[in-house]
């Protein structure tokens, strides 16, 4: 951790728009799916809110999606982001592409383990306690490259920040379950106290945003999920 006083005192960790994958409840992992129309509307409408609280360095995962989101707020801003392959999503092996019902089918015990907030290794990739220390080292390392008492922005992914905020907090892997998922284009807020992180805020941003374009057909003949049908799969 930086010395106390030194480099950013908080940070805005800003989950990715949605993505097609998203709304089909597909484990994406570390694939490069791009933002669909909704996802770019999410991370536009988060962008104005963000910039209003003037941070001053942008970071961003290196995956396509996490990078598009972003890009919104380069766009209100004099930001321009620093891509970090360490803020990647969790390597998720065998099961990524995959939708989460046939992971169920496949892999049961795995599956279950995983949704129970176990710290098992998913897909023969990655463990949570392994996606956590790689994205706490990460906001470190550039809390302490942003000015003093700055505020520092990190465009990553569901799981990433999760594990991330877990890990900043100084809480076990197996705390997974105690924190939802944040939704797509939303953020949490960690502040330093001292020589620690607390936890400020959490699925913070606008809701709703895009509800306009669902339904729609897209090109490959499927349609928009409903609200209920993207929150139970939308993980990742």
Same mark, same amino acid.
């Given at each position: 951790?930086?010395?106390?006083?030194?480099?950013? $005192?908080?940070?805005?960790?800003?989950?990715?728009?949605?993505? $097609?994958?998203?709304?089909?409840?597909?484990?994406?992992?570390?694939?490069?799916?791009?933002?669909?129309?909704?996802?770019?509307?999410?991370?536009?409408?988060?962008?104005?809110? %963000?910039?209003?609280?003037?941070?001053?360095?942008?970071?961003?995962?290196? &995956?396509?999606?996490?990078?598009? $989101?972003?890009? /919104?707020?380069?766009? #209100? $801003?004099?930001?321009?982001?620093?891509?970090?392959?360490? #803020?990647?999503?969790? /390597?998720?092996?065998?099961?990524?592409? #995959?939708?989460?019902?046939? %992971?169920?089918? /496949?892999?049961?015990?795995?599956?279950?383990?995983?949704?129970?907030?176990?710290?098992?290794? %998913?897909?023969?990739?990655?463990?949570?306690?392994?996606?956590?220390?790689?994205?706490?080292?990460?906001?470190?390392?550039?809390?302490?490259?942003?000015?003093?008492?700055?505020?520092?922005?990190?465009?990553? /992914?569901?799981?990433?920040?999760?594990?991330?905020?877990?890990?900043?907090?100084?809480?076990?892997?197996?705390?997974?379950?105690? &924190?939802?998922? %944040?939704?797509?284009?939303?953020?949490?807020?960690?502040?330093?106290?001292?020589?620690?992180?607390?936890?400020?805020?959490?699925?913070?941003?606008?809701?709703?945003?895009?509800?306009? #374009?669902?339904?729609?057909?897209?090109?490959?003949?499927?349609?928009? &999920?409903?609200?209920?049908?993207?929150?139970?799969?939308?993980?990742?």
């Amino acid at each position: 951790m930086s010395a106390a006083g030194a480099g950013a $005192t908080r940070l805005v960790l800003w989950r990715h728009g949605r993505t $097609t994958s998203n709304a089909e409840g597909r484990f994406q992992g570390q694939l490069d799916v791009p933002l669909d129309e909704v996802g770019h509307a999410q991370a536009r409408a988060a962008a104005a809110q %963000i910039a209003a609280l003037q941070p001053d360095r942008l970071v961003s995962s290196d &995956l396509v999606r996490a990078r598009a $989101t972003a890009a /919104h707020l380069e766009a #209100l $801003t004099d930001l321009r982001a620093v891509e970090d392959p360490a #803020l990647r999503e969790l /390597h998720a092996g065998a099961w990524q592409g #995959l939708l989460h019902r046939q %992971i169920e089918d /496949h892999w049961p015990d795995g599956h279950r383990a995983w949704r129970s907030g176990e710290d098992v290794r %998913i897909g023969g990739g990655e463990k949570r306690s392994e996606l956590g220390a790689r994205v706490a080292a990460s906001l470190e390392r550039h809390a302490a490259q942003t000015r003093d008492g700055g505020l520092l922005v990190a465009a990553s /992914h569901s799981g990433a920040l999760r594990a991330g905020v877990l890990a900043l907090l100084g809480l076990p892997p197996e705390a997974w379950a105690s &924190l939802a998922s %944040i939704g797509n284009g939303r953020w949490a807020v960690v502040e330093r106290r001292g020589e620690r992180w607390v936890l400020r805020g959490y699925d913070l941003g606008p809701r709703g945003v895009g509800e306009e #374009l669902e339904g729609r057909t897209g090109a490959d003949g499927a349609r928009g &999920l409903s609200s209920v049908q993207r929150s139970a799969g939308a993980v990742v």
